[in-house]
C-alpha cells in the first residue's frame, strides 16, 4: 500500500504536458482506500469507421487499376478490329472489282467473317459501357468517403484524418486522369471549341525516328491534313532533311505505314519552289511553306499547281530562336488557316488567311518578340506561344484570342523530348501537338479548361478511322 501512495503522490507532483489536466489532485480518505478524479472525453474516435474507409480506398485503388488495364485492351481491339475491318473492306473491293473469279464459298466466307467483326464490335461496344458504368460508381464511392473524411476532420484527430485524406487525394486524381483518357478515347470533344484554353500538355509520345530512319536527318516536319479530303483522313505527311531546305515530301496511309516507312505516294518541289524551314501546314490536300523567295506559298497536290504571294509589313530580319529559318509559321485550327511573322519591330503579328483566294484578311500585333519564341500554334482561334524554360521544358507562356484581340501571359509547361526542335503543329481533327525533335516524330496531347460537356457521342467506327 505505500509503495501505490507513493506513486500517486509522484503522479499527482509531476506535471505531464497535454495530459495533466485530465486528472484531479490525489487525496486519501477514510482507512485505508484511496482515489482520485480522471476526466474521459464523451466521444471517442470512431476507429473502426476509418478502418473501413482505408479498406474500402484498398478495394477502390484496385478496381481502378483493373478498369485501367481494360482502357488499354479496349485501345488495343480498336486497333485490331480496325485492321480486320481495312482487311475485310479491302477483299470485298477485290470481289466487287472481279466478281467472276469468285464461287459462292468465298462469298460465304466473307458473309461470316463480317458477322464475326460485328459480333466483336458489339462485344466491345458492351464492355466500354460497362467500363464507364463501373467508373461513375467509383467516382460516387470516392465522393461519399470524402464526405465522411470531412466530418471527421471537424469532430476527432485531425492529423491522422489529414493523413488518410491526402491518400484520398492522390486516388482521385488517378481516378481523374482514368476517367480523362477513357473519354479522350471513346468520347472526344473533337472539334468543340466550347473551353477556356489549354490546362495541360501530356508526356511527349515517341512515335519514331523519322520516317527515312536517318538520325542524320534532324530538320523536318511531321502531321496530318487538318482538312482532309475524302479517302485522306488516315493519311500522314512528313518531311525529313539533314539541312533547313524542304525539297520533297512524303505520303502514308495512315499510321501503322509511317512508323514501317511505307509510303504510297512522294512529291519533288519544282525548282526554285524548294521549301525553306519547317512549320509547313497541310490543308485541303494543300502544302502551305515558306520557301527561298520571302514570302507565302502554297501547293494544290490536287492540281499539281503552285501559288505565291508576298506580305507586306513582315521583316525577313527576324526568326523563331529554335531556327534562322522560320520568318513564316503556317497554323491551322478549328477556325481556319493563319500565319504567323515578324513586324519590322520584331514583334510577331498573326494574320487569318483566306483559303480560297490565298490573301491576308485580317493582321493582329502582339506584344511577343518572335526571337524570344521558340515555336507557336493555333488552337480556337487563339494563338500560343511556347519557349524554351530549361533543359528538359518548353512553357506555352503567351496567348491571343484573335476574336477578342486580347493578349495574357500564362505558363503551361510541358517535356520537350530531346534539345532542339524545328516544328510544332497542332491539329484539331485529334487535338493533338506534332513536333519533330532532332529527326523523333513526337506527339502530345492537349487538355482544356472544360466549359461544357460534349453533347453527342461519336459513334466508335469514327474513333477507328482517327486512330489509324
Known amino acids: 500500500m505505500f509503495t501505490s501512495l507513493c506513486l500517486l503522490a509522484l503522479l499527482g507532483s509531476t506535471p505531464v504536458s497535454g495530459r495533466s489536466s485530465l486528472w484531479s489532485d490525489w487525496r486519501n480518505q477514510t482507512g485505508d482506500d484511496c482515489t482520485c478524479d480522471a476526466f474521459l472525453p464523451s466521444a471517442t474516435f470512431p476507429m473502426k469507421d476509418l478502418v473501413a474507409i482505408e479498406q474500402k480506398a484498398d478495394e477502390l485503388s484496385l478496381q481502378l487499376e483493373i478498369e485501367g488495364g481494360k482502357v488499354d485492351e479496349y485501345e488495343t481491339k480498336v486497333v485490331s478490329y480496325a485492321e480486320k475491318i481495312k482487311k475485310l473492306t479491302e477483299r470485298i473491293e477485290e470481289m466487287e472489282e472481279s466478281p467472276h473469279g469468285y464461287d459462292g464459298g468465298d462469298f460465304e466466307d466473307v458473309r461470316v467473317e463480317i458477322k464475326q467483326v460485328e ?5 466491345l461496344q458492351l464492355s466500354i459501357k460497362t467500363t464507364g458504368t463501373r467508373l461513375e460508381s467509383i467516382r460516387a464511392q470516392v465522393t461519399a468517403m470524402v464526405q465522411t473524411l470531412t466530418r471527421l476532420e471537424k469532430t476527432f484527430d485531425k492529423n491522422l484524418v489529414l493523413q488518410t485524406r491526402r491518400e484520398f487525394v492522390k486516388l482521385q486524381v488517378e481516378l481523374e486522369e482514368c476517367e480523362n483518357r477513357y473519354q479522350e478515347i471513346f468520347n472526344p470533344n473533337i472539334g468543340s471549341c466550347a473551353h477556356s484554353g489549354i490546362s495541360r500538355v501530356s508526356k511527349p509520345v515517341i512515335s519514331h525516328i523519322n520516317a527515312l530512319i536517318s538520325s542524320a536527318s534532324t530538320y523536318g516536319a511531321w502531321g496530318k491534313d487538318s482538312k482532309p479530303i475524302p479517302d485522306r483522313e488516315t493519311m500522314y505527311w512528313h518531311t525529313a532533311r539533314t539541312n533547313d531546305d524542304m525539297t520533297q515530301i512524303r505520303f502514308y496511309t495512315d499510321y501503322k505505314n509511317l512508323i514501317t516507312s511505307k509510303h504510297f505516294s512522294s512529291h519533288n518541289f519544282a525548282s526554285g519552289w524548294e521549301g525553306l524551314g519547317n512549320n509547313a501546314v497541310l490543308r485541303d490536300n494543300t502544302l502551305y511553306y515558306h520557301r527561298h523567295t ?69 493582321v493582329i500585333q502582339t506584344s511577343v518578340f518572335m526571337p524570344a519564341v521558340t515555336n507557336a500554334f493555333m488552337v480556337c482561334g487563339v494563338l500560343y506561344t511556347v519557349r524554351t524554360v530549361d533543359t528538359h521544358n518548353e512553357e506555352i507562356f503567351y496567348k491571343l484570342d484573335t476574336r477578342t484581340k486580347q493578349g495574357s501571359y500564362m505558363s503551361v509547361l510541358f517535356e520537350r523530348f530531346l534539345d532542339r526542335y524545328t516544328h510544332l503543329d497542332y491539329n484539331p481533327r485529334d487535338q493533338k ?4 525533335n532532332q529527326g523523333y516524330m513526337v506527339q502530345y496531347h492537349l487538355w482544356f479548361n472544360q466549359t461544357t460537356q460534349a453533347t453527342v457521342e461519336p459513334p466508335l467506327e469514327d474513333f477507328v478511322t482517327e486512330s489509324l
Do not use: C, W
Request: net charge negative; charged share 20%.
Open 119 to 123: 459480333a466483336l464490335v458489339e462485344e
Open 294 to 362: 520571302f514570302g507565302l506559298t502554297k501547293f494544290n497536290f490536287s492540281s499539281q499547281t503552285y501559288d505565291f504571294r508576298a506580305v507586306t509589313g513582315a521583316s525577313p530580319k527576324f526568326s523563331y530562336t529554335s531556327s534562322p529559318y522560320q520568318q513564316f509559321d503556317f497554323a491551322a485550327d478549328e477556325t481556319g488557316l493563319y500565319v504567323a511573322y515578324a513586324a519590322d519591330s520584331g514583334h510577331m503579328a498573326i494574320a487569318k488567311i483566306n483559303e480560297a483566294s490565298f490573301g491576308i484578311e485580317e
Open 433 to 436: 501537338l506534332y513536333m519533330f
